[in-house]
């Protein structure tokens, strides 16, 4: 079982920055992929970025719409996974989701095994 707790989310002006955090706990951290997700009101849940195991070079991927903007690291040693978010537009205005996988690293969500409870993001025109 793996827990995930995410923070950072908020208020913000578009062009602004945040930086989301997702703390993880229970079972091996660098054994697991993990992924940033978010769900607008109205629509599905979409893969935001994602980040592969260290051993297989950490590799990132990312969505076309946040790609240049977002940016997605990991910390093993604080067993925790970050997205810096700059140049932020309304239309990133969601709830963000952590999650984590055990293995390699895959952009759909119903891949993913682990979810935090999510943190709202809202950018402001």
């Known amino acids: 079982q793996v827990q995930l707790v995410e923070s950072g989310g908020g208020l913000v002006q578009a062009g602004g920055s945040l930086r989301l955090s997702c703390a993880a706990s229970?079972?091996?951290?660098?054994?697991?992929?993990m992924g940033w997700f978010r769900q607008a009101p109205g629509k599905e849940r979409e893969f935001v970025a994602a980040?592969?195991?260290?051993?297989?070079?950490?590799?990132?991927y990312y969505a076309p719409s946040v790609s240049g903007r977002f940016t997605i690291s990991r910390d093993n040693a604080k067993n925790t996974v970050y997205l810096q978010m700059n140049s932020l537009k309304p239309e990133d205005t969601a709830v963000y989701y952590c999650?984590?996988?055990?293995?390699?690293?895959?952009?759909?969500?119903?891949?993913?095994?682990?979810w935090g409870q999510g943190t709202q993001v809202t950018v402001s025109s």
């Open positions: 999650a984590a996988r055990r293995g390699v690293v895959v952009d759909t969500a119903n891949e993913y095994d682990y």
């Open positions: 229970g079972r091996t951290f660098t054994d697991y992929a």
């Open positions: 980040i592969g195991i260290s051993w297989t070079g950490g590799m990132t």
